[in-house]
């Protein structure tokens, strides 16, 4: 089973930013062949939306209401990723769930998903 360490989250002020990251691991002697790697979001009473996302290529995807302000960035190895949140909103105030795609053996996909860390951002 693949497990994503989320951390980065917290309190700031609209306007303010700040950056998650997340690490994908493994079981020993498993390898993740990784798909995309992303963050997600979903506050109260709200379906989880896509937040940013970056695949194995470094091709980036942004939700259109992050756009400009969120950027996404991995290390070489792909397995680890960060979100740099800038000039928040109220309206970003969410849960934030690391997300991966990969194939942890050959020909079978899946969905990883990290336990989530809140962002709260105030007026």
């Known amino acids: 089973q693949v497990h994503l360490v989320e951390s980065g989250g917290g309190l700031v002020q609209a306007g303010g930013s700040l950056r998650l990251s997340c690490t994908a691991s493994?079981?020993?002697?498993?390898?993740?062949?990784?798909?995309?790697m992303g963050w997600y979001r979903q506050a109260p009473g709200k379906q989880r939306e896509l937040v940013a996302q970056?695949?194995?290529?470094?091709?980036?995807k942004y939700g259109d209401s992050v756009k400009g302000r969120f950027s996404i960035s991995r290390d070489n190895g792909g397995n680890e990723v960060w979100l740099q949140m800038n000039s928040l909103k109220p309206e970003d105030a969410a849960v934030y769930y690391c997300n991966t795609r990969g194939y942890l053996k050959v020909g079978v996909l899946d969905d990883y998903w990290g336990q989530g860390t809140q962002v709260t951002v105030s007026s």
């Open positions: 493994t079981p020993s002697g498993s390898i993740l062949s990784i798909v995309h």
């Open positions: 970056i695949n194995s290529g470094g091709s980036t």
